[in-house]
């Protein structure tokens, strides 16, 4: 079967049924099989000394990443079954068809690289302040630290596990889920990664019982603070999904944005100041900006040049996200009113 003919009949198949025919799952359903997989993916963080911190166990503690890690693998190879097996029973769909759902197959570079180049003109701030401003490029050129960073827990689980198994399971699967359910696409991008959002929730508890000091206001919002950006860039990863139908292009982002960090919203840049409420900055919030030293940035052109950029790439960001993430191997095809930039509807 050729791949427009093949992507036809995935769109027909899902979205664009007869209306009184029922949709393979029920909007109902597929909020519960979401908030399963969620509670599936946080859950056994807690079933075992060797996944639950402590007083005296960090959860940045190599032992308990690793075992952090095999659970959940273990949790994305049956969300995943789980979710192939309801596609091909559900929709009666084929195996390859459910595979495409899932956004595994097929993988189209040129997807994973506009994916990127769109974040990258997004994050055009920060990427001068480290690169220019700090000087950082000629490492980056020559892979230095990437190494020593991936060969750490820390950063393995940031930069590689995190990214891979958050977004099979709040990508891949619970997208999945709504889609069979045929839920509306700006319904998908808006609900969906509140699901991702919630699931940070847990490191409130987990911070509460590292940091007992700190007084509990103040670690609610941080907990709050990290719902609102981890909700935020589930917005960007569900439209990425969608319109490009790519587990790869969203993970790569994925493990950019936590290499980025939050951009700097105020201050000079010799004046080593972090976005967000302070303690925020353990997990997630690890990356360049934790690891580089501040070098001898100073002067306020570097500043003023700083947010020049940083506007710029948000006005670029805007007008780029449409052309940037068209693909021809996408989930649902949205169309643009003419007034407004908004996701209106499935073709």
Avoid at 82 to 94: F, M, S, Y
Avoid at 165 to 174: D, L, N, Q, Y
Wanted: proline letters at 6%; aromatic letters at 12%; charged letters at 15%.
């Amino acid at each position: 079967m050729a791949p427009i003919e093949f992507l036809e009949r995935l769109r027909s198949l899902y979205f664009q049924g007869p209306r009184e025919d029922p949709p393979p799952l029920s909007s109902t359903a597929a909020a519960i099989l979401s908030i399963l997989a969620t509670l599936g993916y946080v859950a056994p963080f807690y079933l075992s000394k060797s996944t639950r911190p402590s007083p005296t166990l960090s959860r940045d503690a190599p032992s308990v990443i690793r075992s952090r890690i095999r659970i959940v693998t273990l949790t994305c190879i049956l969300n995943t079954v789980g979710a192939l097996v309801i596609a091909v029973k559900k929709a009666d769909t084929t195996i390859s068809e459910a595979v495409r759902l899932l956004g595994y197959w097929p993988i189209d570079l040129g997807d994973v690289v506009r994916s990127l180049l769109l974040v990258m003109i997004l994050f055009s701030g920060p990427l001068f302040e480290s690169g220019i401003a700090d000087g950082d490029w000629k490492a980056w050129i020559r892979g230095q630290g990437l190494r020593e960073t991936l060969q750490s827990w820390i950063g393995f689980r940031n930069f590689v596990a995190g990214p891979v198994t958050e977004e099979i399971i709040f990508r891949s699967v619970i997208i999945s889920f709504h889609v069979l359910a045929r839920i509306s696409p700006e319904r998908i991008v808006a609900v969906s990664p509140l699901y991702f959002g919630i699931a940070h929730g847990h490191h409130f508890y987990e911070f509460r019982i590292t940091h007992p000091e700190t007084p509990v206001s103040a670690a609610l919002f941080r907990s709050i603070f990290q719902f609102g950006y981890t909700t935020v860039f589930g917005w960007l990863a569900a439209f990425l999904y969608l319109r490009t139908g790519s587990l790869p292009a969203v993970i790569l982002v994925h493990s950019f944005c936590n290499w980025c960090g939050l951009p700097r919203l105020w201050g000079r840049l010799d004046a080593d100041v972090v976005a967000g409420p302070p303690l925020l900055r353990d997990k997630e919030d690890f990356s360049r900006t934790t690891i580089r030293e501040v070098s001898g940035r100073s002067g306020i052109k570097w500043t003023v040049a700083y947010y020049v950029i940083l506007v710029c790439g948000a006005i670029g960001f805007f007008y780029l996200l449409w052309p940037l993430t068209k693909s021809p191997h996408a989930l649902a095809e949205f169309s643009q009113d003419s007034s407004e930039t908004t996701i209106l509807s499935f073709r």
